[in-house]
Each structure stands twice: as C-alpha cells, then as structure tokens.
C-alpha cells in the first residue's frame, strides 16, 4: 500500500507575539500598534478582526474599550450596519441594545444617542417592536416613567400628544392619560402646575 504524504508549507508572521498568515495583514497590526497605545485585550480583538477579514478600520481606534470593539466585531460578522453604534461615546450595554435593534430590524435612529440611557432605550425598543409612534417620546428630556406614560397612552388610543411634554411628571401624565381613556373633560386638571394628588382629585370628582 503507497503511503502519500501530503505537507503543506503554511508561512506565519508574527507581531508582538501574535501571528498572522497574511504578510499585509502582519503589516497592518504592526502599524496600528506603533501609532497607537493599545492594551493587550484591545491588540487581540484588532488581531482577530485582521485573521477573519473584517474591516478594522471601524473599531481598531484607542478610544474604544476591547468590550467596545468585541460589540463592533459582533456586528461585523453579521453584516450588520455597526456605523449606527461605532460610537466610543455609547457604553457597551448601548452598543448591545443598538446591535439587537438593527438585526430585529428596527429603525435604531430613535435611540442610537449617548444622551439616552438604558431604561429610555428600553422603552423606545418596546415601542419599536409594538410599533407604537416613539417619535412622540423618544426624547433624552423624557425620563423613562414619562416615556413608559406616553407610551401606555399611545397603546390605549388616546391624544397622548396632550400631555406628553416633559413640564409634567410622569404621575401628572398618568392622570391626564387616564381622564382621557374615560372620556374625561382633562382640560380642568391638565395643568403642570398642579401636584398630582390635586389632578387625581378633580379626576375623581369628575367620574361621579
């Protein structure tokens, strides 16, 4: 029986103790580490994203912490837009939230903003997904018990556009919202300058 060998010369090419297989790869690592001042975790993703032909250009940046570009390689190998989160500004809980949204198809450019955080995004999402106007309350002037009132509002059908203006709490909202559900004349009590518990009074008086 003929035994064949069969060998195959493989070059490798080593940068800082990490290898490539591709000469301007090796080339390429090598000039980002002498221009900048990455840490280990951050050269490895850089060295990954070289090895598996992803465009490094969009997170091999100082700026962006390793977890930072391990969300931005993420989408990458989705094919995904990561544009829209390649943002060092965007922690990486954000750039998570940001990467779901693109690949359940959701307009992202509602939320894709460092002012938001993530009860606010959260909420935008739900809207997205039950295909509620957030445009009404994706706002960085809304706190998240505003936006989750405006949100219930628009849900339950009513003029939400009413109330959803950030000089009212979220508990002056949820009157407002909740007057207008029972056909309510709101216009008695919808007024910021009256607490709450004024609001649910008339609010109360008014369904006798």
């Given amino acids: 029986m003929e035994i ?15 290898t490539f297989k591709d000469l301007n790869k090796a080339k390429k690592y090598n000039e980002l580490i002498s221009k900048y001042n990455f ?26 912490t390793h977890w930072q570009m391990d969300e931005i390689i993420k989408g990458l190998r989705k094919r995904l837009n990561v544009e829209f989160y390649n943002n060092p500004e965007l922690n990486t809980h954000k750039m998570e939230l940001i990467r779901y949204g693109l690949s359940a198809g959701l307009d992202v450019t509602f ?12 909420i935008i999402i739900y809207g997205l997904r039950n295909y509620i106007n957030v445009g009404l309350y994706a706002k960085p002037e809304f706190t998240h018990w505003q936006m989750q009132e405006i949100a219930k509002g628009l849900e339950q059908k009513v003029k939400a556009e009413i109330y959803a203006k950030p000089e009212y ?14 056909n309510l004349d709101i216009n008695l009590y919808a007024n910021p300058k009256f607490p709450p518990a004024k609001m649910q009074e008339i609010r109360l008086k008014l369904e006798k």
Avoid: C, H, S
């Fill in 4 to 18: 064949k060998e069969k060998i195959k010369e493989v070059i490798y090419y080593e940068v800082d103790g990490l």
């Fill in 111 to 122: 939320y894709n903003k460092p002012d938001f955080n993530i009860k606010q995004i959260e």
């Fill in 169 to 182: 709490t979220w508990q002056q909202m949820r009157e407002i919202r909740v007057g207008l559900k029972k």
């Fill in 39 to 64: 840490d280990e975790k951050q050269k490895r993703k850089i060295e990954l994203g070289l090895n598996i032909n992803l465009d490094i250009n969009l997170y091999a940046k100082p700026e962006f």
